[in-house]
T-cell receptor, first 111, second 111 residues
Framework: QKEVEQNSGPLSVPEGAIASLNCTYS??????FFWYRQYSGKSPELIMF????GDKEDGRFTAQLNKASQYVSLLIRDSQPSDSATYLC???????????FGKGTMLLVSP | DTGVSQDPRHKITKRGQNVTFRCDPI?????LYWYRQTLGQGPEFLTY????????KSRLLSDRFSAERPKGSFSTLEIQRTEQGDSAMYLC?????????FGPGTRLLVL
């Protein structure tokens, strides 16, 4: 059973702070990792993907991957109230095309 | 690029009725996925097409569910004899290779 675990939150941060969202996964064969943002009542929107160990930066977002620890994280710098949403971690396994999602972490950014 | 579209956006039906949802993927994408999401959960994989071939089905996809992608373009998901437990957001995603892009979803309520 492939599992993806996330803290459900809510994670509360003040505007301008760094938000750190974490995700662990059970399948060591996992190859690709994705972060989606989902506003209430809306569908998931892709933020970033990462394939290799280390950091990947895109604007205010940084994804970090540690395959040895089976750990993925997303850092959001200079958090804005508009970043308030649920962040979904998704894992794609080698040889497959489907995604296994965590339950998501709710982020609340207060002005 | 018009993105993934889904129709209808909302559907209310009575228990025991059949419903059909449509998904139009991004035009050049050959892969199409269906997921189901209930409140407080991440999306759960249902089925996956590459072109017109249905390559994988989840155990979640009971015999009341059927999906087609007859010409490798749009897809339909039909639920027969709906049950209250079928109430959920049904999400369609498409991809060319790894990264999946989601449509707006169809929210189903079974009374």
């Amino acid at each position: 059973q492939k599992e993806v675990e996330q803290n459900s939150g809510p994670l509360s941060v003040p505007e301008g702070a760094i938000a750190s969202l974490n995700c662990t996964y059970s399948d060591r064969g996992s190859q690709s990792f994705f972060w989606y943002r989902q506003y209430s009542g809306k569908s998931p929107e892709l933020i970033m993907f990462i394939y290799s160990n280390g950091d990947k930066e895109d604007g205010r977002f940084t994804a970090q991957l540690n395959k040895a620890s089976q750990y993925v994280s997303l850092l959001i710098r200079d958090s804005q109230p508009s970043d308030s949403a649920t962040y979904l971690c998704a894992v794609m396994n080698s040889g497959y095309s489907t995604l296994t999602f965590g339950k998501g972490t709710m982020l609340l950014v207060s002005p | 690029d018009t993105g993934v579209s889904q129709d209808p956006r909302h559907k209310i039906t009575k228990r025991g009725q059949n419903v059909t949802f449509r998904c139009d993927p991004i035009s050049e994408h050959n892969r199409l996925y269906w997921y189901r999401q209930t409140l407080g959960q991440g999306p759960e994989f249902l089925t996956y097409f590459q072109n017109e071939a249905q390559l994988e089905k989840s155990r979640l996809l009971s015999d009341r569910f059927s999906a087609e992608r007859p010409k490798g373009s749009f897809s339909t998901l039909e639920i027969q004899r709906t049950e209250q437990g079928d109430s959920a957001m049904y999400l369609c995603a498409s991809s060319l290779e790894g990264t999946q892009y989601f449509g707006p979803g169809t929210r189903l309520l079974v009374l």
